[in-house]
């Protein structure tokens, strides 16, 4: 162990993983950010219909500017340190098990699968996270967000219950005077209509419908609205998707691999014992394999990734904000009915 650290191999080697992640990163994540933008479709854009790729593009360069393209890549770029280092990690160590007691290092195309399987169900459970915050900075990118107004006298007519599950909201005080024009034809009415609205969490956008992602897309106001679990949300098409795309990526690179491996070596006189005695690969044609790997396997887990990423675009809100509502709804009707002290 101390002769491996005095090398500087392990140093190397993570210095290369992490520049490696980050300009893939880098170069990919403009494509990312378009493809979210049509996955999500086109509710949480106030868009009337599914965009296309020029009209996404558009859509946010004329939202956000070119920077646009790169909402939330600190987040992105995070989280893959982790996940890839996980889905990698995981893999190795599963791949060793199978190898252990082996003349070779040959792996099976089914192990490369199995061990694909469990290196990207890791990998989801990390990177879920900094994947819901990532989202939703990307869709905030193609959204126009309304002008900054004063929040003055607007908490107060929301409630002080209301008000701090999201901060930093802005009232749509013309779709609340709707609701209570609506309302206020039923025949047996309420003293308080406005008032009574304006105790349900979801009125406290003043349309009775959930806040829009880019209302909620800190962490800070995830956690207040939605809760800690929000950032799991969509696992289980999350670990379908990430465990599907490792398997058919480290079983396609292995039978790849160990294709040309093989088609080296034909020639070779005399014929090698092993696979292993055959010299490495090209740079190119090893990058070139592990591209068609990542496209298949892209290709498979690709409706999985469509029903995470909506799922994240979901704000729904934790259980107990209707429970605290009506335990102080209760409060304070009971501190009304208490007679008042001379």
Known sequence: MDEFLKNQIFATH????????TLSTVLTYPLDTI????????????????????????RIQSFSGNSGLY?????LAFGRLFGTGARFGIYEIVTAFYKDGREDDYIHVSEAFLAGLMAGAAESLICSPFELVKLRAQVTSAVRLPRPSSLVGQESALGLSMSRFLHGYTLDQKALNYS???LSTLTTKHPNIKGALQEYPWMMTGSGRPPAVSNVRRPSDIVSLEG???????????????SIFSGIFFSTWQFLHQSMLIWKSIDTNPPHRSIDEVGPLSPFSVSLAAGFSGAVAAAASHGFDTAK???LCTVLPKTDIFRRTKENNLMARDERALPEKN
């Open 71 to 75: 909402s939330g890549f600190g987040w």
């Open 228 to 242: 800690w679990h929000a950032f799991w949300r969509g696992l289980r098409s999350g670990i379908a998707r990430d």
């Open 180 to 182: 209570v024009g609506l």
């Open 309 to 311: 990423s909506r799922s």
């Open 14 to 21: 993570a210095v290369a993983a992490v520049g490696s992640v």
């Open 35 to 58: 493809k979210t933008i049509i996955q999500v479709g086109s509710n949480p854009l106030g868009s009337s219909k599914q965009l296309t790729t020029t009209q996404a593009l558009q």
